[in-house]
Structure formats: C-alpha cells, structure tokens
C-alpha cells in the first residue's frame, strides 16, 4: 500500500523546527524558501529574456519599484516598500541601474531621488510583457483561483509582520 500525504506528516526541510507547537509553520518556511528560490531564478531569467542579463533579484525589484506608478523615489522609500534594512544594499542596486542607463539620479528639494529612464521603463514592459507570455498565462492554466491567490498573498503579508516581530525580539535577547 502506498503511504498517503497524510501519512507522511508536513513536508519540511527540517524536521527538528516542525517538532513544536505548530508544525505547519515549518511547513510555509520550506514552501517559502522554494518560492524564493524559484522567483529569484525567474526574475533574473525573465529580466535577461528582456534584454537586460546579469542583474541580481534585488536589481530587478528596485528596477520595478522605481518604475512603479512613474514618480521620483527615494532611498528610504525604496527600502520601506522592499522591506530591507540595509539601504547600502539597494543604494548599490541603485547605482548598477544607474550604471546601465535604467534608473536616473534626481532632487526633490534637498532631497535625492531615482527616477525610471525611457530605457528603464521600456524594460520594464518588456519583462511585463514576457511575464505575461510565460508566467500568468501558465498559472491561469492550473485553474487557481485569483481570489484565493490574493488570500494567500494577505497570509504571507501578515506573517511576514510575525517574523519582522519575532526578529526584533531575538535582537534584543
């Protein structure tokens, strides 16, 4: 007879972390990391695809957040939406989009901000583009339903204020 999922038990990388008090969080963070994985993989590929190769995952999320809605953004911005806190990080990204023409140094007052350039925005809808081709229309292939998807998307959001919490908390111990 062959063992079921139930079976089984939560499928986990690390069983040691799902022995507590809720399994199924062990359960999301394997999940989780294959998620990353697999989008940092995509984005680098679908951004190459674009025309644009050697950017990292965090290049081509400042990329899009800069293009986002079409206004000057700021450093602290940028990292707020992103969720980093290391700004040396995103401000590299920053300067490598600069370097390729993608992204433009600008002011708002005293302020500095980045701005998309017309070669960064026709990236960016390429990629959109190329997204669309491969991506969603392969995800509307297995019938998920977007209701449920955007559920998903809101667990994930409130969560990730679980974790924000739990790794203030483990700094201070």
Known sequence: MQPTSDD??????????ASGALPALSEFEFALSMTVHAF?????????AAG???LSPLDVLV??????RGKPKRLADICLVLNIEDTHIVNYSLKKLERLKLVKGGRKGKEKTVEVTPAGGETCQRYAQIREQLLVKSARATGLDPARLSEIAAAMRSLSGQYDQAARAAASL
């Open 40 to 48: 940092h993989r995509w984005m680098v590929r679908c951004m190459a």
């Open 8 to 17: 089984l038990g939560p499928i986990v990388s690390s069983g040691h972390l």
């Open 63 to 68: 990329l899009h957040n800069v293009n986002h």
């Open 52 to 54: 644009v190769p050697d």
